[in-house]
């Protein structure tokens, strides 16, 4: 084994994945053998990365794992899980229904849009880089927009309303927390590499928990738009102890999520979410 193998690790450039990668990024912890090279895309982009297994770790929508599991696991750390809260749906004037309407969304790989599509099946969606949806709602190109990261957060000072939180209504339907974002490792690498990376991984996690006004500090190099306190508050929404490990109830998300999407025809095929083990 090279002492230099470098294993790319692709994330998105928001403020909680920020937090989790900062003692990687920041070289805080020991890496050998292993280069660790940061590959900041957004989660759509790396969704499709993932198709051709570009990178050998990688963030992605639970969506998009119903499309890339020959190649990849689910890492047991480093998931985005919304317990009670989520993607939202929001629009310039209060709206009743979502049926038939034009919706801005961030990719049809994302987790926000399958949990849409099972929420209301009947919309017209129209992709945008997640970053421009508020305005392309603003700008009245469309009738409501699919809001991920820091715009859960920050659409209420624009003006614009709520209509629904997919989070809520998942957890409402199913009792269970939204699974929206994880970490996959390539299968390819094996047993040990996988082993080790995943250790890391968490390790950096823990890190960033142990260390929170550091690690925040640099999560705002990626907070777009946020204040300090805002930013505190996404992160802590979305790096907590799920972040650390599934659990039985976030694995049971996982499965509920991508059986559901199964069952209502928005994935075409039945899929075994398949976690790294350290037995």
Same mark, same amino acid.
């Given at each position: ?11 998105? %450039? ?15 912890? %020991?890496?050998?053998? @292993? ?15 993932? /198709? ?19 190649? &990849? ?11 009670? @809260?989520? %993607?939202?749906?929001?629009?310039? $004037? %209060?709206?009743? *229904?979502? $049926? ?6 961030? !990719?049809?790989?994302? *987790?926000?849009? #399958? *949990?849409? +599509? ?32 820091? =715009? ?7 003006? /614009? ?16 927390? #939204?699974?929206?974002? $994880? ?24 890190? +960033? ?5 550091? !690690?925040?500090?640099? $999560? ?7 204040? *300090?306190? /805002? ?10 102890? @799920?972040?650390?490990? &599934?659990?039985?109830? =976030? ?9 559901? =999407? ?18």
């Amino acid at each position: 084994m090279s002492q230099t193998e470098k294993i790319r690790i692709g994330h998105s %450039p928001d403020s909680d994945d920020a937090f989790m990668f900062y003692a990687l990024a920041k070289g805080l912890i %020991p890496t050998d053998p @292993y280069k660790i090279v940061h590959v900041v895309e957004d989660i759509e982009t790396l969704n499709q990365r993932a /198709l051709a297994a570009e990178l050998e770790v990688t963030a992605i929508s639970v969506h998009a794992y119903a499309y890339v599991a020959k190649d &990849y696991m689910f890492m047991p750390c480093g998931a985005s899980i919304g317990d009670q @809260y989520g %993607p939202l749906v929001v629009s310039k $004037a %209060p709206m009743d *229904t979502l $049926a038939g309407k034009r919706i801005a969304i961030p !990719g049809k790989m994302t *987790t926000a849009y #399958l *949990t849409l +599509s099972l929420f209301e099946p009947n919309f017209e969606a129209e992709p945008r880089p997640f970053d421009k949806i508020l305005d392309a709602v603003q700008q009245d190109e469309v009738d409501a927009g699919l809001i991920i990261h820091e =715009g859960q957060l920050t659409y209420a000072r624009e003006g /614009l309303h709520k209509v629904i939180d997919l989070g809520e209504w998942w957890y409402e339907e199913t009792g269970l927390p #939204l699974p929206l974002g $994880a970490n996959v490792i390539r299968r390819n690498l094996g047993t040990e590499k996988i082993r080790k990376i995943t250790a890391l991984l968490k390790q950096s996690i823990e890190y +960033s928990l142990e260390h929170r006004e550091s !690690g925040l500090a640099y $999560a705002m190099t990626y907070a777009r738009d946020m204040e *300090t306190s /805002l930013a505190d508050k996404f992160v802590g929404m979305y790096v907590n102890d @799920y972040t650390l490990d &599934y659990g039985e109830k =976030g694995r049971a998300g996982v499965r509920e999520l991508l059986h559901r =999407g199964n069952a209502a025809g928005i994935i075409p095929h039945r899929v075994d979410a398949d976690f790294v083990s350290f037995e």
